[in-house]
């Protein structure tokens, strides 16, 4: 079925939308596997629901089963992108986005000035928006998924745009030792393989460059409390989520220096505004009004417990910055 003509389906067994589900874990191969949520489709585009399996040896965890590529077309297209942009800014508003798009450029700033940056996942381009501030000299390019990397060229947020993913045939060829820096900020959990993305990132970066990855933290306390409403297991498009034990070895096996990992910083207070968000979704658009202060008392309570859910396991995201090793 082409692209273009996708609709929403009702799940059959034969679902297009989906792959056949897998009995081992993606990352270490191990079957000791654990369902360990079922979402729904939070803005109701569909009927049905996606399941997360978590596997009982590494941790990681995965969207099983997980979209095929017509369903991951199918979930970036523009109107649905828009209604979750839509979501998004419920509980989180530009200049909070920001405001954190600034405060990840200024704790990088400690890097030396690079010449050339690749910001992969870059949507809009907000982040090198906001990192020119603080590296006035370097020249950013966008790689993402969806047709935003091109708007974020035409508004002048970036100087190239590449569409795909690092790991799409001939993108990490073409773009071969080019960057002296590469941020991936949530955009392994979107990539159908983390671990061809990853070996495509350190392949457009040169020799001692530096490696930036920020992704859910699956072991966040709030996933356990929240479950399908916590908002960072992102289904039906976040398809996996490794934790932080799984990315460092796997940036080491793959030949980098782990120079930092960060659980305070990437922190977004959003959890309980987020799940309100959720379950409201759905909801008629006067009940969503009604509800507003309720959700105005969930944020506010986030931000409240955002100093502690930093330094604790409530901290619901991580990141690791890591160096490319000159040689082998």
Same mark, same amino acid.
């Given at each position: 079925?082409?692209?273009? /003509?996708?609709?929403? @389906? ?6 297009? *939308? &989906? ?10 191969? /191990? ?14 585009? =569909? ?15 995965? &969207?099983?089963?997980?979209? /095929? ?5 199918? #979930? ?12 998004? %800014? ?43 501030? *603080?590296?006035? #000299? ?18 002048? =947020?970036?100087?190239?745009?590449? @569409?795909? #993913? ?18 991936? *900020? ?9 671990? %061809? ?24 306390? *709030? ?9 960072? #297991?992102? @289904? ?7 934790? +932080?034990?799984?990315? =460092?070895?796997?940036?080491?096996? @793959? ?25 409201? %979704? ?5 009940? &969503?009004?009604?509800?507003? +202060? ?20 409530? /901290? ?6 890591? &160096? ?5």
């Amino acid at each position: 079925m082409p692209t273009s /003509s996708l609709t929403p @389906q009702t799940i059959t067994p034969f679902d297009p *939308f &989906q792959e056949p589900r897998r009995e081992d874990c993606p990352w270490c191969g /191990s079957r000791r596997l654990r369902t360990r949520v079922r979402a729904p489709d939070p803005l109701r585009q =569909r009927p049905g629901t996606f399941a997360l399996d978590r596997c009982r040896d590494c941790g990681h965890v995965f &969207q099983n089963p997980r979209l /095929s590529a017509e369903g991951i077309a199918f #979930y970036h297209r523009d109107f649905y992108d828009r209604h979750l942009d839509e979501l998004t %800014a419920r509980v989180l508003s530009p200049r909070a986005v920001r405001r954190r798009h600034r405060t990840a450029a200024w704790r990088l700033s400690a890097l030396r000035e690079p010449e050339s940056w690749l910001d992969v996942g870059t949507g809009y381009g907000r982040f090198p928006e906001a990192a020119k501030e *603080f590296f006035p #000299y370097t020249s950013f390019d966008g790689l993402d998924p969806t047709e935003r990397v091109e708007q974020a060229l035409r508004e002048g =947020r970036v100087e190239e745009a590449h @569409q795909g #993913y690092l790991a799409t045939p001939g993108m990490a060829a073409r773009l071969r030792a080019r960057y002296d820096v590469v941020t991936l *900020f949530h955009h392994l959990e979107h990539a159908p393989d983390p671990r %061809a993305e990853l070996r495509a990132a350190l392949t457009v970066l040169r020799p001692g460059g530096h490696l930036v990855v920020e992704v859910p933290d699956p072991r966040c306390l *709030f996933a356990a409390l929240l479950g399908s409403r916590w908002f960072p #297991y992102g @289904q039906p498009r976040h398809l996996h989520l490794p934790p +932080p034990a799984n990315l =460092r070895a796997e940036l080491e096996t @793959q030949g980098c220096t782990i120079l930092v990992t960060d659980r305070r910083d990437p922190h977004v207070p959003l959890d309980l505004a987020a799940a309100v968000a959720l379950s409201l %979704a759905p909801a008629h658009p006067l009940l &969503q009004l009604a509800a507003s +202060p309720l959700l105005d008392v969930a944020a506010a309570v986030d931000h409240v417990l955002a100093p502690l859910a930093r330094r604790t396991r409530f /901290s619901n995201a991580y990141r690791i910055v890591a &160096q490319k090793r000159l040689t082998p």
